[in-house]
């Protein structure tokens, strides 16, 4: 009962051992995450479309929940970038934006992804993630991160544009052009040259005017919070939101209210799917970070009980006003650099942030989108990286195949139809290349018990029989793929009298295989050809045991090829075989 | 361009050396299989939905088109019962039974069908058809038969009743059960049951009274065109129409007609999915009659060339009245056992229904439709066999899940639901079993230079090195497995120094696995220990030279795992190795 509970409340296990050492690192990193989230909330809440307030929300609940679940200790759970623009493709297409069934459709998005999570924690299906393929996820990454600069180039230029493709996006910003404000495409631009530059070039100079490293890391970090603060006291003082420069405005003070999502068997339908996706996607997103940071440290974490965790973090998104949450790479790093030992780093942030949404929220009020849109667009084009496709190029052309129409899709459908199509194309380019597995003739080389490929190898055949090395495991997808090549390589040939599959490589063999082999055991008993196995692995042989193939079999299961080679071979050379 | 013509038109090759010894098999074979297509025809249009004609012009043209392009020698293209129920099932969703859209739809669909099947075939996409695993097969047709003989039942009782899955058709059949037909249920019980005894019975018996075995077999075949002609002599000489009986009535006398398929898009829409389904399934069905023929006479056909002799034979159903069409395993067997010798045979067997559908069709105006659900009913439960469960629960607990879900799911949503559910289920089987793969720490064995798993046998193992036989190719769907699997390996051991992953048994490693393998070696770098690969097949290592990997390992690469061990291994006993 005790190891149940402390399994699924992981809080039980690092909170016995909870001190003032760990307490203050804890409270410091929270504090500089708290400041960092702050703008970052707001930005992506503006990138899901949804009011300022629900991005700061979407961070205190979920990240206090998370902490008594989850098992990473350093990850720090709240929106992020790519989950934001899926929870906008989403939602967009079931309700107007800015509509009170925009806001609830987020909450219905939330409690849906927190209850697929939570089950695929509780039924251990965590490796559903894993048909997600590297070169997927990296692409669909990539076109994401350039849909989202995309999609907030209308906050710099002051304009309304909608889209959810690349296209859509960059036809609804030329259209508008002409609405473009003068004022605002100052500070967005502004913003954004003085944040790449704040990334790229700050903390090498500040290293070389001798600022000490964590200083000048944390003064580079804390870019996007000088921006804020700089445009919005420009906007205050210069009366800029008078001009046309679009401001966050009013965001509610007070602590996250109790919402309801709705239970609408419609709406649940019509989010289902999306919210399948947001809850894989992030989960990958979340799991890669906890793993990388955890194994800095040497812990390990649990990918069933992330699960759970994340789950729960969403159900609380989804009660708290907020919308689907997941593990967030920048916040988790910064979580971590700035010295995060437990979850308890994520509660002090939960707080700060409960005071921040309290206290701090009319300070806002002159900030420009555009800022927000800014860090938006600096944050993700990190993300955008194209050199996946030169290196899966290089080393596998089914790879290349899978990135390059997860992006095309992604960037010419949206993240939906993207990730969708990348996760079919990697399955379908997977089974087409089992469908034609590599088979080698073998033969034995000399003075040694190997066998290897006739093609490559100078090796010694025999007349009496035909080794064949099947290099994949026998399944419905290359049944038919055996017999074929099989019943090839006996026509029209010499005669041969015996057939030897090496199985060495052969890890499984399915009802379909065992029903080829019969076929195939058929049909050449039918020719007075006797087939025979070698190197059949344990459980292979285990399975073929409960079958009457064994009793049917038109000859001998060797253990090594070497044996079967002693036991045919008749010393004839093939040349000479049309005895 | 000889050689092409010759590739796509197989009756250049067999048309040359005809002879008149084969045209006296062939159309021997063709009096027999005309005389059993007559009411086979019509029954099989009365299963679609469709007036009776419709399965007479479903035969003519397309068994044509066949033998012209079609590479099996004994293959008789018709309409076949399955493609027959999946044709009411898909068009019965976009028209009304009856109307004139109903019959444009059917036309549609063999267009549709005829269109993908030379697609596949003009692309070599034959292989899509070994997605359909042999226990996902047996179930859809053991399912399907279930579901036809049900649906024919409402013949037999004289009732109107509709549905598309058991529940529905039972259903149907229990509400209407009031209006059944006394005279109709005699003559269908009777019927069926005179089927049912000439199946199983009426050769036998003859044999007994020293019947000759050959007209034994051709007698007990008749069955059906006596039940046909002993019922509508029934009905005609006792008036039994007058008295409710459903009988066929007036059939157009003539050549099939020239139709026209709708082109609208919104139909073909529709009918999309259900057309590649039907196409699949008639093309898995027809080659593997067409193989198991071939097989028999050591003939050899060509799936992609059969691809295109069966979507001919359905584009020329469409525009001939008639509705989708493959090669039909009953049908087959008579004409390879009358003895046709080329597609000429099928060529006469279309002449033979063309002088029926000209001169014969008012012969048929009697007859019951009960009779024809009789034969129906008595042809497809010879396709139901449910010890394809018990088999594969004995043998893959995985493919038995495969075929419950395909029977029940064909049994309960119908069959479009049940063959799709039946490849998701084998995929998502298969990459589930993959994902897990069977990794096995081996030692050596005393005396030899092989390895053997340590918990299986008395093997010697070494405090310096760890030896693990991945059994499964590495790709996406196990990358991070393994990732786990050494990370787990490595923790609260006593110190290893060295891992060698044996990789005999590895077909592929695809980009994911690579960037696991990379993440796997940096961290293994970090903790001081090695990595070593061993055994790595020929065009895995070709790939893997293709990148950095082999640059940055921390380790080498054996040729052969003893290789390996004779390197490392220090002779240290695993037990003192806490130094």
Known sequence: MTALLRRYLPVLDWGRTYSRATLSSDVMAAVIVTIMLIPQ?????????????????????????????????????????????????????????????????????????????????????????????????????????????ASQLKHILGIEAHGHSLIGILGGLAAGLDGANLVTVVIGVAAAGFLFWARKSLKPLLLRVRVPGKLADAVAKAGPVAAVVATTLAVWHFGLSERGVAIVGTVPQGLPPFTLPSFSPDLIGALFVPALLISIIGFVESISVAQTLAAKRRQRIDPDQELIGLGTANLGAAFTGGYPVTGGFARSVVNFDAGAATPAAGAFTAIGLAIAAVALTPLVYFLPKATLAATIIVAVLSLVDLRILRRTWRYSKADFVAVSATIL????????????????????LHLYKTSRPHVAEVGLVPGTQHFRNINRHDVKTDANLVSLRVDESLYFVNARFLEDLILDRISGEPPV??????????????????????????RLKGLGIGLHLSEVKGPVMDRLKTSHFLDDLNGQVFLAHYDAWQALATGDRPTLAAE
Request: with cysteine; aromatic share 6%.
């Open 41 to 149: 909330s707001l930005a992506y809440a503006l990138l899901a479309g949804l009011p300022p307030e629900a991005g700061i929300y979407a961070s205190i609940v979920p990240i206090l929940l998370y902490a008594v679940f989850g098992t990473s200790r350093a990850l720090a759970v709240g929106p992020v970038a790519v989950v934001s623009l899926m929870t906008a493709a989403a939602i967009g297409q079931v309700a107007e934006q800015g509509t009170a069934g925009y806001a609830v459709a987020a909450l219905t998005l939330a409690l849906l992804s927190g209850a697929i999570l939570l089950a695929m924690g509780l039924f251990r299906l965590g490796f559903l993630a894993n048909f997600l393929s590297h070169p997927v996820i990296a692409g669909f990454i990539t076109a994401s991160g350039i849909l989202i600069a």
């Open 409 to 428: 899709l992604t960037l010419g459908l949206g993240v939906e139809t993207g990730v969708l199509a990348g996760v079919i194309a990697s399955i379908g």
């Open 497 to 522: 009298r015996n057939i030897v599959l090496m199985c060495s490589a052969v890890n499984e063999i399915d009802y379909s295989a065992l029903e080829s082999l019969e076929a195939i055991n058929q």
